[in-house]
């Protein structure tokens, strides 16, 4: 053999290699299709219905007005929009062929039945970690109920992430399916509220920061993250801190009900809170308790005080504007606060919060109703109150909660939000 | 006392009124457009709503004040007894009215959204028109004069 022809050989060999190793990567098989079970153990239907809670399915795989689990939700991402797919047991447009294996398959590794690779959205990341029983349960749950001809909406996905066998290299990075294991000094109720945490509820996925890839930053887990213009605060170190919660405030908030101290939960934990008041009160404590035994990172924030003189202009107008539009319900007086003991604006955690996000967020946006359920209730305000109107209600509040740290960053804030409902 | 000018259905009106005064009372007591209602005065009902900048607002809750520069719409905009406009028209063949105490609001918040979106859908309908509340009970008859208008698309008045 020639020098050259070494050459060649040994580049057609990494060539084969290179190939054979992205084929292995970026393949997964279909796994056959399946005629479902018709008969059902009701007691393990209940316990299917309540993973499927604790996992939020449905926040995601309804979306407003459709029908239940039948997708078809947009979400946002930095790489495009994408939209939550029928997880309805429909045989053609929902999971109606997938058989367990399938459906374990997608939950652990975020492979859809045909072999295709799911987006991270779908967070399989944290799925992956749950035990086999509360998989097998969903799963029953789910093909149980009614199937629902909903097709899936395209996804609009920016280049290159519409190639979905990339998603290949992210799982490489990112997917480390450790299951969780109970630590035998702990309590039996903290080690299932780190299952609940960990697992299904991907408390994560909102409140850790993400990686330029989307990916939750390591080491950071928990440490707050920014969803659809919300601020998920962090949750390590609630019960110490300033403002500390107690055990029955977070159990409480957590249930969608208004506490003292903090308020009530808005924006995307809304419809999360309202899922998990729908667990069994045992479920929700262990949450808390788990949550509340989380230590604040050592503090590494420096306090400049940037002590302002508020300007006396912009006081009197954001009094005004209180007067105007939200003392019916929020001044000590008014008929609101006794009806459900809701705390005044002071003790809002979102007037406490570093980020002037969630207090602007819940004035723009309000708490819409939902339909069967009692309040609390909150109009819109994002069409009456011009930006200058926000920015001076928000100045006067914070001046009225926290006056020795007043929001330096209103203007911008508002004019991002602005941007971003557009 | 401060001077505010509102800029109501095409005209301009300068008024001596405090800054923090609802808009509603602006409305009604100043300039005599009485199609808005008071309901709750909380922004749980809609019967105050009218439009602002084309987007429907609770004016019971809205100040005065900021209201430089920025378009107010009220039912009155959209036709007369004499000569109802597409929408209002629609209410009537409905009888969508029974005390109709919330029928002004009920029309501005319709109107928002047949502007917006000529030809909504049903959930579209459906989830626009959730924030406004009428006591009788007609809501299937509003719902079926905004269908009647969605048919044909609404033109933009003024």
Known sequence: MTRRSLWLAAALMVVVFGGVSAFLLMWRPAIEPVELPQHFDSEQLLRGARVVEAGDCAVCHTRPGGKYLAGGLGLVTPFGTLYSTNITPDPDTGIGRWSLPAFERAMRQGISRDGHFLYPAFPYVHYSRMTDEDIRDAYMYLISGPGVHAPATPNQMNFPMNIRPLVSFWNLLFLHSDRITALPDKSQTWNRGKYLVEGAGHCAGCHTPLNALGAEKSGQSLAGGVVDGWEAPSLRGMSSGPRPWTSEQLVGYLRAQVVPNHGTPAGPMRPVSLGLARLPLADVEAIADYLLSLQAPAATRSKESSKMTPIAAQQAAGLALFQGSCAGCHAPGAAMRTIDARPGLEQTSALHATSPRNFLKTVMEGIAPVPGMPGPVMPAFSASLSDDQLEALAAYLREQTQPDEPWTDLSSTIHDLRQEAK | ?158
């Open chain 2, 1 to 158: 006392m401060t001077t505010t000018t509102l800029h109501v259905n095409g005209s301009a009106h300068t008024l001596d009124i405090d800054p923090d005064m609802p808009l509603l009372y602006a409305l009604r007591n100043h300039l005599g457009l009485n199609g808005a209602k008071y309901g709750c005065g909380l922004g749980q009902c809609g019967a105050c709503t009218v439009l602002l900048d084309d987007k429907p607002v609770f004016s019971c809750l809205t100040p005065c004040s900021g209201m430089e520069g920025r378009k107010i719409r009220t039912v009155e905009s959209l036709g007369s007894a004499e000569q109802p406009g597409p929408l209002q028209q629609a209410f009537i063949d409905t009888q969508a009215a029974q005390c109709g105490y919330c029928i002004a609001g009920m029309i501005m918040r319709a109107q928002a959204l047949l502007e917006q979106e000529p030809h909504p859908g049903e959930e579209a309908i459906l989830a626009h028109m959730a924030p406004n509340l009428c006591r009788c009970g007609t809501h299937l008859r509003i719902l079926e004069a905004i269908r009647h208008v969605s048919k044909d698309g609404v033109k933009h008045a003024g």
